[in-house]
C-alpha cells in the first residue's frame, strides 16, 4: 500500500494523545489509530470528523504522536497543514479542538470553518451543521 511520506505539519497535544490513548482502549482496539478529515458541510462550509481506524488508506499522511497514529487523507491535508489538535475538558463538557491556521473564519461549535478560498469566492454556509449561528 502507498502511504503519504510522513509528515509533521500537523500536531497533538499531549491532552489529544491521552484522549486518543484512552478511546482506544475503551474500544479494545489497540492497533487503531486517529483519522482526521475534513468534509464539505457545518455551518461555515467545511466541517472536521474524527474516527478510529485499523489503518492508513493508500496515499495517507501518517503523523505519529507519542505512539499515536494520526491518518489524514490528502485533501484533507491541504486543509489541515499546520493544525494543532488538543482535548479541552472543561464544565460545558470536553472534546477535540483543532487550532487550524487555514481557517478564516469559524462556526460558534468549532466544528466547522470557513476557508480564505471559500471567503474569497463568497462561498454560502452549506447548513445543516450544529445549529449555531
Given amino acids: 500500500m502507498d502511504v503519504a511520506e510522513r509528515t509533521d505539519t500537523v500536531v497533538l497535544t499531549d491532552a489529544a ?5 484512552s478511546l482506544i482502549e475503551q474500544k479494545n482496539v489497540p492497533d487503531h489509530g486517529l483519522r482526521v478529515f475534513v468534509s464539505g458541510g457545518g455551518c461555515s462550509g467545511m466541517q472536521y470528523g474524527m474516527a478510529l481506524e485499523a489503518e492508513p488508506r493508500p496515499y495517507d499522511h501518517v503523523i505519529e504522536e507519542q505512539g499515536v497514529k494520526v491518518f489524514i487523507d490528502p ?15 472543561s464544565l460545558m463538557g470536553g472534546g477535540f479542538s483543532i487550532d487550524n491556521p487555514n481557517a478564516v473564519s469559524s462556526c460558534g461549535c468549532g466544528h466547522s470553518f470557513k476557508t480564505a478560498d471559500q471567503a474569497a469566492a463568497g462561498a ?8 449555531c449561528g
Fill in 17 to 21: 494523545v491521552v484522549m486518543v490513548r
Fill in 75 to 89: 485533501t484533507s491535508m491541504m486543509y489541515l497543514t499546520g493544525a494543532r489538535i488538543d482535548y479541552v475538558d
Fill in 124 to 131: 454560502a454556509p452549506a447548513g445543516g451543521g450544529c445549529g
